[in-house]
T-cell receptor, first 114, second 112 residues
Framework: GEKVEQHESTLSVREGDSAVINCTYT??????FPWYKQEAGKSLHFVID?????DRKQSQRLTVLLDKKAKRFSLHITATQPEDSAIYFC?????????????FGQGTSLSVVP | ETAVFQTPNYHVTQVGNEVSFNCKQT?????MYWYKQDSKKLLKIMFS???????VNETVPRRFSPQSSDKAHLNLRIKSVEPEDSAVYLC???????????FGAGTRLSVL
């Protein structure tokens, strides 16, 4: 089955700098790649996603890049702020006609230091 | 804005006891999920229901059983808890099976 790996378990950046979190996946049929954020003591909430028909998607300070050949996708956060500090989870799923379940990476703990 | 409600927030119990967790969503979604998040924050899907029908049943011990009375409710029962069941159980919902998941706040289970 699908496996999703997050390469950085922890990441620390200075406020105002950019942060990049990288993920790889194994199943070439995967076509939906969301990112979720979990702040300390809270649940997950959706931040951004990308589907395999595009290789880039931007939403304000967040950009997701998808490299289908390398089976790699990444989350780029520009102008980081302390409130960006959280655990970020990437995920992947198939987009077949039947149900597709999300497989999550292990999470990357991002710390934005003032 | 919270729209996926889980109860209880915390539950402490002893090995061998039975526990039940409740989840309700008010988003009008037709698909609901149970995920387990362990102490290392790893997330694994356990079950999923679409329109009250079980569509995903991962390899979880048989002591776990989901229960869905309607599209808005998905409960989880653990018949005889084991120490390794200590975790946060996250309920989620989505519209359809390929869209954004909305998570509840979670139920933290501690098994002594």
């Amino acid at each position: 089955g699908e496996k999703v790996e997050q390469h950085e378990s922890t990441l620390s950046v200075r406020e105002g700098d950019s942060a990049v979190i990288n993920c790889t996946y194994t199943d070439t049929a995967s076509s939906y790649f969301p990112w979720y954020k979990q702040e300390a003591g809270k649940s997950l909430h959706f931040v951004i996603d990308i589907r395999s028909n595009v290789d880039r998607k931007q939403s304000q300070r967040l950009t997701v890049l998808l490299d289908k050949k390398a089976k790699r996708f990444s989350l780029h956060i520009t102008a980081t702020q302390p409130e960006d500090s959280a655990i970020y989870f990437c995920a992947a799923s198939l987009a077949s006609s039947s149900f597709s379940k999300l497989v999550f990476g292990q999470g990357t703990s991002l710390s934005v230091v003032p | 804005e919270t729209a996926v409600f889980q109860t209880p927030n915390y539950h402490v119990t002893q090995v061998g006891n039975e526990v039940s967790f409740n989840c309700k969503q008010t988003l009008g979604h037709d698909t609901m999920y149970w995920y387990k998040q362990d102490s290392k924050k790893l997330l694994k899907i356990m079950f999923s229901y679409n329109n009250k029908q079980l569509i995903v049943n991962e390899t979880v011990p048989r002591r776990f059983s989901p229960q869905s009375s309607d599209k808005a409710h998905l409960n989880l029962r653990i018949k005889s808890v084991e120490p390794e069941d200590s975790a946060v159980y996250l309920c989620a919902s989505s519209f359809g099976t390929k869209n954004t998941l909305y998570f509840g706040a979670g139920t933290r289970l501690s098994v002594l």
